[in-house]
Nanobody, 124 residues
Framework: QWQLVESGGGLVQPGESLRLSCAVS????????IGWFRQAPGKEREGVAC????????TFADSVRRRFTISRDDAKNTVYLQMNSLKSEDTAVYYC?????????????????WGQGTQVTVSK
């Protein structure tokens, strides 16, 4: 049975860093492109970052480019989202998702499998 489990969220102050992890089980991670999404209260879910199944291609939302990085360790069946210089507007529930594709996308509807989410709160 497939499963994606996010971890690493928490409460931090502006300017600090967090690393989120997405642990995958039940399918071959190297066949799937993985995306990170977030949803703040009252807002639509938005794409944050994506890494292709090969790891050769990554994409980022303009709001996080140069602050966030995404990486994958297929041997550990885990994808990471390193978030630096966090801002209050980064506060949201963060989700990882998988799609059987070689191409990145920031569209939630193009992803088939989802984790339960982890809360990230950036506040003084």
């Amino acid at each position: 049975q497939w499963q994606l489990v996010e971890s690493g969220g928490g409460l931090v102050q502006p300017g600090e860093s967090l690393r989120l992890s997405c642990a995958v089980s039940g399918f071959r991670l190297d066949l799937y492109t993985i995306g990170w999404f977030r949803q703040a209260p009252g807002k639509e879910r938005e794409g944050v970052a994506c890494i292709s199944n090969s790891g050769e291609s990554t994409t980022f939302a303009d709001s996080v480019r140069r602050r966030f990085t995404i990486s994958r360790d297929d041997a550990k069946n885990t994808v990471y989202l390193q978030m630096n210089s966090l801002k209050s507007e980064d506060t949201a529930v963060y989700y990882c998702a998988a799609t059987y594709s070689s191409y990145c996308s920031g569209v939630p509807g193009e992803f088939d499998y989802w984790g339960q989410g982890t809360q990230v709160t950036v506040s003084k």
